[in-house]
Structure formats: structure tokens, C-alpha cells
């Protein structure tokens, strides 16, 4: 049976520009090319969830605008449960200005907008959906408290509850921590809020000490395009991204999650398995440009195996 995953989250409209390095301060420099795609890590890990075989439903909150529009209609295409994204009509929808330079690297900015006024009510609201998920997946593009209300909730009805800490920030609060079940930051997420850098397989071992000693069971650390480590209580081992050639490494975080989070077994036994799973999605995504657009569906997952 598929997994039910309910994601609580951001949704921005990416406008893409295509530059062939960054402007330095004070210069102008001409774009090679602009794009726009739905974005916003939430609704990614959403359609990275639903396209990789699960049940899927998104909590949100869109301004009543255009942008709004075309959020919501990218989250319906996908067959995603949108009866939980409301709308904000003081906010505008959030959106996201990507600079991505001709090697695949990118820099993003991000106007949070009506994803900042997703609150406790629309959790309250949405607590059906939660009360028959496997998984509750969030980041940090939507408040904090909304997510830890949530998270809490979703702990007393047994749903495990799955944290992407991004973008980073220096410190979760300890709330947070305590009803979070997995976490999953990439090399810099973790570097913020640990302080041990990424360099070695004994790195990723302190930081996963670090992570258990701050009460989280489960944790999986993304090291880009070398692949993803993870911690528990029984085992750690790192393993390996398939090589392939990036030119957009957009949504390939948020890819990873959902499509984790879509073979994840509830006592994440499989969790070998599921990176597996979760690392040939992301391969995918890095070689196709923009965020929902270069995420794959399950067909094309399993034609990597
Ligand atoms: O993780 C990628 C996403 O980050 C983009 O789609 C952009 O909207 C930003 O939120």
C-alpha cells in the first residue's frame, strides 16, 4: 500500500535567471535567459512524494493572486489533496528569484509572502488528514511554531513526523527537536546548527552524535552529489549519489525528501532502501532544469534501477 504523506510547507513561484556567473557589486550584467516554474520547497516535496507513488496532501498558503493560481493548479495537477491550502488576500504568494549559472550551481532569494501566514488554525483545520498519514514532512520556508504545533499533533496520533531544516538557521528550538522523528539537513544545514563541518566520514559520525544527544532518533545527512549519510540508534553508513551531469541542482533536496518519504517503512527499516530510492529521483532532477518540472514520476525512478 502506499505511504499517506501529508506536507505542511512553502509554495513560491520560481522566476529563473540564467546568468553565466554572478553580477559583482555594482555591475550589470546581461542574462542569458529567464524561465519561471512552481516551486517552493514544501509543494516540491510534495510532488516529489505524490510522483514517486504516494497519497498525498499539502498544508499551505497561497496569496490571492496569479502566482496563487498557478501554485495551487501544479499542486492539483499532480493529483496532491490541496482542500488545506488556503489563501491569504493581504499577502502576496511567495515567490523565489533563482540565479543559476551556467555550471548548474544557483543562488536563491526568496520572498516568503503568504507562506509566512500559514498559522496554528490551518493546522487545526487540517487535522483530519494528519490524523491518517504515515508521515508529516515540513521545512523552514513556513513558520516555525506552526510547524512544531503541527509536529506535536501529528506525534500524539503515532504519524511520524519527517524535518527539513531549510533554509538554515542557527538554532530549532528544542520543542521542535523533541517531536521530530527524522531530521534532514544537507552538509550546510547541518554545519550551521552542529558546527562540525562536513569533511569525512568521522564528521558525519560527530555530527550524528550531536543530533542524538539533542534528542532526535533519526537522522540523514544530503552531501550533494556524493550522496547522503545516515544515523540511528542501530546503524550509520554513507551511501552513495549516482554519478551523473548536473545542470539545475534546483528541488534535488526537496526531490530527495519526498521520494524518501514515499518508501519510507514507519519504523524506517528500510532506510538504506529508501535513500537508494530517493538518490537515483534526485539524479534525475539535477539534469533537468527548474523545480517541479525536473522532478521525476515513479516510472522514470524505476527505469534507473
Ligand atoms: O529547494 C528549492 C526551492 O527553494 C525553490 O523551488 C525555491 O522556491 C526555494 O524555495
Known sequence: MANKIVVLG???LDSILHVTRLP?????LEMNDKSSAPGGKGANQAVAASRAGAQTSFIGKIGADDAGKVLLDSLIDDGIDTNNVTKDS???SGQAFILLQENGQNSILVYSGSNQSLSRSDVDSAKGIIDNADFLISQFETPIDTTTYAFE???SKGVKT?????PAVPVIPAELLQVTDLICPNETETATLTGIKITDKTSMLMNGAHFAKMGVKNLIITVGSRGAFYANQEKSDFIDAFTVKAIDTT???????G???????KDFSNMEE?????????AITVQRLGAQPSIPTLKEILAEY
Open 10 to 12: 512553502s509554495l513560491n
Open 24 to 28: 559583482l557589486p555594482g555591475e550589470t
Open 90 to 92: 493581504l499577502r502576496g
Open 153 to 155: 499533533y501529528a506525534q
Open 162 to 166: 519527517i524535518l527539513n531544516p531549510a
Open 251 to 257: 528541488a534535488a533536496g526537496d526531490t530527495f525528501i
Open 259 to 265: 521520494a524518501l518519504a514515499s518508501k519510507l517503512k
Open 274 to 282: 529508501a535513500i537508494v530510492f530517493a538518490n537515483h529521483a534526485a
